[in-house]
C-alpha cells in the first residue's frame, strides 16, 4: 500500500476484517430501529454527543485479530495510548503491534483529517512523516470507529458495572449482515458492540468483536474473529502531543489523474440475516 493510500497503524492491523465497519455503518437506516427495553431511543448518539462535548479524552485500546483456521490463533495484536480531540477529529497515540511472525513494530502517530503524521521506531530511525491520507482518523480506535457507524440504533440495557471506580451503565447491540461482492460467495459479519455510560452519560469503555466469514457459502471459507477494546478517561485533559512540526513531507504516489481510494463498505448489496 502507498504513501497516501496507507491506513492508521491500528487499522492497518485488521484491515480486511474491518472492511466490515463500513457494511455495518450503513446498515442503520436501511434496517431501521427496533426498540429495546430499558434503552432510550437515542441512547447511542446521546452517549455520543455528551463524550465529544467534553472535547478531549485519553485513551487505552487494544486490537486482536484471530483466526479459526488449524494451528493458528492470534494473528496479530495491537495496543495504543492516545488522546482524541472530538471537536478537531484530531487523534495522538503511541501503538505496538505484535504480529505473528514479523519484529515488534512501535510507532507514535498524529492523525487529523486528510493528513497522517507518523514515526516508525526502526533502529535509532525516529523520523517523523507527513503524508496525505484519505483515512478516517477514527478508524485508528476501531471500537470507537465501529461504535460510531450505529449511532442511529438503539441498544439493549444489560444492567450496571464499573470502570475504573467509575458507576456505569452498561448497553449492548448485535448486528449480523451478508455482504454481497458480485460473485457466487459473500462475506458475513456478525458484531457486538458493548458500551459503558457514566452518569454524564459519557462513554467509558467499549467492546467491539466481530466474527468475519470472508468467502461465506464457499468450500474454503476464511472465517477471522476481531476484538477491539476501548477505555476513556482524562476528560478536558490536554492532548498527549501536538501535531509534529518539521516532519519529512512524503509526496501523493498515485498516478495523477487516479481517483481517492475509498473507506467505506466494498459491497454492492447488503442483507440482514434472520437469526
Known amino acids: 500500500m502507498t504513501g497516501s493510500t496507507r491506513r492508521p497503524p491500528g487499522a492497518r492491523l ?3 476484517v474491518l472492511a466490515g465497519l463500513g457494511v455495518l455503518a450503513g446498515l442503520g437506516a436501511w434496517l431501521g430501529v427496533a426498540q429495546s427495553p430499558g434503552a432510550p431511543p437515542a441512547v447511542l448518539a446521546g452517549a455520543w454527543a455528551a463524550t465529544g462535548s ?55 502517530s498524529f492523525l487529523e483529517p486528510g493528513t497522517l503524521y507518523e514515526r516508525t521506531e526502526l533502529g535509532a530511525r525516529r523520523t517523523w512523516t507527513e503524508q496525505p491520507s484519505v483515512a478516517d482518523p477514527l478508524l485508528s480506535v476501531p ?11 438503539t441498544p439493549r440495557r444489560v444492567g450496571s458495572g464499573s470502570v ?17 461482492l458480485g460473485r457466487a460467495a459473500g462475506d458475513r459479519f456478525e458484531s457486538r458492540t458493548t458500551l459503558w455510560v457514566d452518569h454524564r452519560q459519557r462513554i467509558r469503555r467499549v467492546v467491539f468483536t466481530q466474527q468475519s466469514v470472508l468467502g461465506f457459502g464457499t468450500a474454503a ?21 501536538g501535531r509534529p512540526t518539521g516532519a519529512l513531507h512524503l509526496a501523493d504516489r498515485r498516478a495523477p489523474g487516479s481517483p481517492a481510494p475509498s473507506e467505506g463498505s466494498p459491497c454492492s448489496t447488503v442483507a440482514p440475516v434472520q437469526p
Open 143 to 153: 471500537a470507537l470507529a465501529a461504535l460510531r457507524g450505529e449511532l442511529s440504533r
Open 221 to 241: 471459507p476464511h472465517d477471522y474473529l476481531t476484538a477491539s477494546v476501548v477505555t476513556l478517561g482524562g476528560f478536558g485533559r490536554p492532548m498527549l502531543f
Open 54 to 108: 467534553s472535547g478531549i479524552a485519553r485513551f487505552v485500546e487494544r486490537t486482536t485479530l484471530g483466526t479459526f483456521e488449524p494451528g493458528v490463533s492470534t494473528l496479530a495484536t495491537s495496543s495504543s495510548v492516545g488522546s482524541i480531540d472530538f471537536r478537531s477529529e484530531q487523534i495522538a497515540l503511541s501503538t505496538a503491534v505484535r504480529q505473528a511472525g514479523l519484529t515488534p513494530q512501535r510507532s507514535t
Open 164 to 180: 475504573g471506580g467509575v458507576p456505569t451503565t452498561e448497553f449492548a447491540l448485535e448486528v449480523t449482515t451478508v455482504c454481497s
Open 14 to 16: 485488521a484491515a480486511a
